[in-house]
Nanobody
Framework: VQLQASGGGLVQAGDSLRLSCAASGRANPVPVMGWFRQAPGKEREFVATCTSGGITIYADSVEGRFTISRDNAKNTASLQMNSLKPEDTAVYYC???????????????????WGQGTLVTVSS
């Protein structure tokens, strides 16, 4: 599975941005597609994930502001980011996995496939 992420950019605090991730190399929908991010000097952290069945999980820091969605027919995942804050500034990575459950959804080590990062910069 290859993942191609797009949609990063420079925005102001309070603005919105939409990230997209396209998976290729697999005929069936990827079971789990999600987003992680890594800010300068910090470890990679979980942002949100969505199963092909529509289960969504969010990090507390983005709950209510970010929305992840899937298009199984196109094997894509999108992350709509609203009310962006300077602390959302990071490189965002799309990730994919086989079936997961429970706490594994938030564990980057459980994701086998990764796209290139896309930079999101939120100015104050």
């Amino acid at each position: 599975v290859q993942l191609q992420a797009s949609g990063g950019g420079l925005v102001q605090a309070g603005d919105s941005l939409r990230l997209s991730c396209a998976a290729s190399g697999r005929a069936n929908p990827v079971p789990v597609m999600g987003w992680f991010r890594q800010a300068p000097g910090k470890e990679r952290e979980f942002v949100a994930t969505c199963t092909s069945g529509g289960i969504t999980i969010y990090a507390d820091s983005v709950e209510g502001r970010f929305t992840i969605s899937r298009d199984n027919a196109k094997n894509t995942a999108s992350l709509q980011m609203n009310s962006l804050k300077p602390e959302d500034t990071a490189v965002y990575y799309c990730a994919a996995s086989g079936f997961l459950s429970g706490i594994s959804y938030r564990n980057s080590n459980k994701y086998s496939y990764w796209g290139q990062g896309t930079l999101v910069t939120v100015s104050s």
